[in-house]
């Protein structure tokens, strides 16, 4: 199954608008008790979130997993920093990338693969004002675009 790919649970729309993306990276979470189920039942979200690495492993920070509701006292803290899962490499590689002055690591989405939960991390770069606004004028020019073909494949 490639990168990215499977039942995606949540999606981090804004990421795509604040942040070029630069490169992509699968990353599983380390869960604790309840959060699994609360994550299929799709009760997540990574709006302010972010990846930081410390002490040479990963972290997601500020990701918000509601309690599950029939935990009882089994629940966990909703907005606990998780661990990720990467390679070794891939950590080196991403602590050398994120030195260099405005890049961060951003959670793109969160999907469920073969069963396991994983995020999708993407090395970015932040946006100025004006590649927000350019962004949305091209963006708006392919929906005319797109209307006018439609509009002309009715006639």
């Known amino acids: 199954m490639p990168k990215g790919s499977g039942k995606v649970i949540a999606q981090n ?3 795509f608008h604040d942040y070029a993306i630069e ?13 699994i189920k609360s ?6 979200n990574l709006k302010d979130s972010y990846a930081r ?10 990701m918000h997993v509601s309690p599950y509701e029939q935990g009882n006292r089994y629940n966990h803290d909703p907005l606990r ?4 899962l990467l390679h070794r490499k891939e950590i080196n ?8 002055s405005g890049y961060a690591l951003v959670p793109l989405k969160l999907y469920l693969k073969n069963g396991y939960a994983k995020v999708a991390i993407g090395l ?4 100025k004002k004006y ?23 009715k006639m």
């Not at 490169?23 to 959060?35: M, S």
């Not at 410390?54 to 972290?59: D, H, K, L, Q, W």
């Not at 920093?81 to 990720?84: A, C, D, I, S, V």
């Not at 590689?93 to 260099?100: A, F, N, S």
Request: net charge positive; hydrophobic share 30%; no cysteine.
């Open 93 to 100: 590689k991403l602590i050398g990338e994120t030195k260099q």
């Open 39 to 44: 994550i299929r039942n799709g009760r997540v």
């Open 131 to 153: 590649d927000k606004r350019e962004d949305l004028k091209k963006k708006e020019a392919k929906r005319e675009v797109e209307r006018a073909f439609r509009e002309r494949q």
């Open 23 to 35: 490169e992509t990276y699968e990353a599983g979470l380390v869960l604790q008790g309840t959060e």
């Open 124 to 127: 970015a770069r932040g946006k």
């Open 81 to 84: 920093t998780r661990k990720l």
């Open 13 to 15: 729309k804004k990421a």
């Open 53 to 62: 690495i410390i002490n040479g492993e990963m972290f997601l920070i500020g």
